[in-house]
């Protein structure tokens, strides 16, 4: 899959959601509009800056983890074949 590709298929995603979540919302039990009392409340002003910030969070983290792990998995085979290379010796 291409870039551009990737690129078009999370904008329809992103205003599909937002269209689910406008129409169907309240009826899901997501109306996170109304203000709360208790203490663990967030401080998003709303649900409108609320989503786009968890919209463009998610793949920005999901790619820092997928560079994290190949990282990861390269230093622990490199550590495995230098270990195995010692032993020989």
């Given at each position: 899959?291409?870039?551009?590709?990737?690129?078009?298929?999370?904008?329809?995603?992103?205003f599909?959601?937002?269209?689910?979540?406008?129409?169907?919302?309240?009826?899901?039990?997501?109306?996170?509009?109304?203000?709360?009392t208790?203490?663990?409340?967030?401080?998003?002003?709303?649900?409108?800056?609320?989503?786009?910030?968890i919209?463009?969070?998610?793949?920005?983290?999901?790619?820092?983890?997928?560079?994290?792990?190949?990282?990861?998995?390269?230093?622990?085979?490199?550590?495995?074949?230098?270990?195995?290379?010692?032993?020989?010796?």
């Amino acid at each position: 899959m291409s870039g551009l590709t990737f690129l078009a298929y999370y904008i329809i995603g992103y205003f599909i959601t937002l269209l689910v979540l406008i129409m169907w919302g309240k009826k899901l039990g997501l109306d996170y509009d109304v203000e709360q009392t208790y203490a663990n409340y967030d401080n998003w002003g709303s649900n409108a800056s609320a989503y786009p910030g968890i919209s463009f969070a998610w793949p920005v983290l999901a790619i820092v983890g997928v560079i994290t792990s190949i990282w990861m998995g390269l230093s622990f085979l490199t550590f495995c074949l230098l270990e195995l290379r010692n032993r020989e010796r």
